[in-house]
C-alpha cells in the first residue's frame, strides 16, 4: 500500500439523497444538489452516510448513486463516499467501485451488527476490506458512530491500524460528540485527519490539529461552516462558529433527514424533497412551521436555490 500522508480536509457535507416518488434515488436531483453545495463552502461530498438514509438502500442502488455522479460530472476527488457494511462482501464491492471511480476516499463503518465485538474482530474486518480490495489508491476514513452503529473505534484500534497500512488508513469522522476523544486522537497522531461530524465541534477540533468536519447540517449551513474554516486561523472564526451552532441547534432538535429535507423542499419549492425512505418518516405540519419558524429566528439564510 502506498504511504502517500492524507491531504484531505475542510468542509464536507453528510450529503441527503433525494428520492422519488417511488422512494428510489433521483440521481439528477442528487447531482443538482452536488453541485450547489460545491459552490456554496463545501471542500467535498460525503455521499451514502448516515444522513444520506444509505443503509436503506442496496448494494446495488448505491453503486448506481456512484455510478450517476460519475456521469453527471461530480468531481470524483471531491468524493468521500460511505461504504461500509455489515458484510465484508458488500464494502469490499463498494469500496472497489469507488476507488475505481477515483474518489478521494471511502468513509468506512465498521460491521455493525455484532456488538461488543473485539478490537481482534474488528482490525480483521478492516485488514480483510483493505486486502482483498488491494489498491494503493484507497484511502480509508474510518467512521466512529456510537450512539448509532454502537460498535465504538478506538484510539488503539486506529493505531493498531495505521501501523499495518500507513496511507492507506488515512483519517476518521468521529460523530460521538465527544470533543475531547476527538482532539486527543488529533494531537496523538500528527498527520491522521480527524473530521467532527458535528458542526459546533468544529472550531475547537480544528484548534487541537483536526481536519474539519463532515456534518449533516452542511447541506445547508455550508457557507457558515466555510467561514469558521477560512477564519481559524487568524482568530476571525468565532462569530461564524456562533452563527453555525445556533443554526445546528435550532436542526437538531429534529430528525436530522427530515428537518434537512424540509428545509431543501420549502427552499427550493419542490415537495419531492421531503420524501425519506421507511423507517425514516417526513416532518408533519407542526413540526415543519416550528423548525422553519426557529431557523427563522438565527437570522441565517441559505444561498441561492439549485
Given at each position: 500500500m502506498s504511504d502517500t500522508p492524507p491531504t484531505l480536509g475542510g468542509v464536507f457535507a453528510a450529503?441527503?439523497?433525494?428520492?422519488?416518488?417511488?422512494?428510489?434515488?433521483?440521481?439528477?436531483?442528487?447531482?443538482?444538489?452536488?453541485?450547489?453545495?460545491?459552490?456554496?463552502?463545501?471542500?467535498?461530498?460525503?455521499?451514502?452516510?448516515?444522513?444520506?438514509?444509505?443503509?436503506?438502500?442496496?448494494?446495488?442502488?448505491?453503486?448506481?448513486?456512484?455510478?450517476?455522479?460519475?456521469?453527471?460530472?461530480?468531481?470524483?476527488?471531491?468524493?468521500?463516499?460511505?461504504?461500509?457494511?455489515?458484510?465484508?462482501?458488500?464494502?469490499?464491492?463498494?469500496?472497489?467501485?469507488?476507488?475505481?471511480?477515483g474518489v478521494a476516499g471511502v468513509l468506512m463503518l465498521p460491521p455493525f451488527y455484532y456488538k461488543k465485538v473485539s478490537d481482534d474482530g474488528l482490525f480483521a474486518a478492516y485488514s480483510e476490506v483493505i486486502e482483498r480490495v488491494g489498491d494503493a489508491r484507497l484511502r480509508v476514513y474510518l467512521y466512529h458512530f456510537p450512539q448509532m452503529s454502537a460498535v465504538p473505534i478506538g484510539q488503539a484500534l486506529i493505531e493498531r491500524l495505521l501501523a499495518r497500512y500507513p496511507g492507506t488508513v488515512a483519517g476518521m469522522k468521529d460523530s460521538s460528540g465527544d470533543l475531547d476523544n476527538m482532539t486527543r486522537i488529533a494531537r496523538a497522531l500528527p498527520g491522521f485527519a480527524v473530521f467532527s461530524g458535528w458542526d459546533d465541534l468544529l472550531l475547537p477540533l480544528l484548534e487541537a490539529g483536526g481536519a474539519g468536519c463532515i456534518t449533516a447540517v452542511g447541506n445547508v449551513a455550508s457557507t457558515l461552516a466555510a467561514e469558521v474554516y477560512a477564519g481559524w486561523r487568524d482568530g476571525g472564526a468565532q462569530a461564524a462558529h456562533g452563527r453555525l451552532e445556533a443554526v445546528r441547534t435550532v436542526i437538531a432538535a429534529y430528525p436530522l433527514s427530515a428537518a434537512l429535507k424540509e428545509i431543501m423542499a420549502r427552499h427550493t419549492g419542490d415537495d419531492a424533497w421531503r420524501t425519506v425512505r421507511p423507517p425514516l418518516t417526513r416532518l408533519d405540519d407542526a413540526q415543519a412551521a416550528a423548525l422553519m419558524e426557529a431557523l427563522a429566528g438565527t437570522g441565517f439564510s441559505l444561498p441561492p436555490a439549485p
Open positions: 450529503v441527503l439523497t433525494p428520492l422519488d416518488a417511488a422512494l428510489a434515488p433521483d440521481h439528477a436531483a442528487l447531482a443538482r444538489h452536488c453541485r450547489w453545495l460545491l459552490a456554496n463552502g463545501c471542500d467535498g461530498l460525503a455521499v451514502l452516510g448516515t444522513t444520506g438514509e444509505a443503509n436503506a438502500f442496496s448494494v446495488d442502488e448505491r453503486l448506481a448513486i456512484l455510478e450517476g455522479l460519475a456521469e453527471a460530472g461530480i468531481p470524483a476527488g471531491t468524493l468521500l463516499p460511505g461504504t461500509g457494511c455489515c458484510a465484508v462482501p458488500d464494502t469490499v464491492a463498494l469500496t472497489r467501485r469507488a476507488v475505481e471511480l
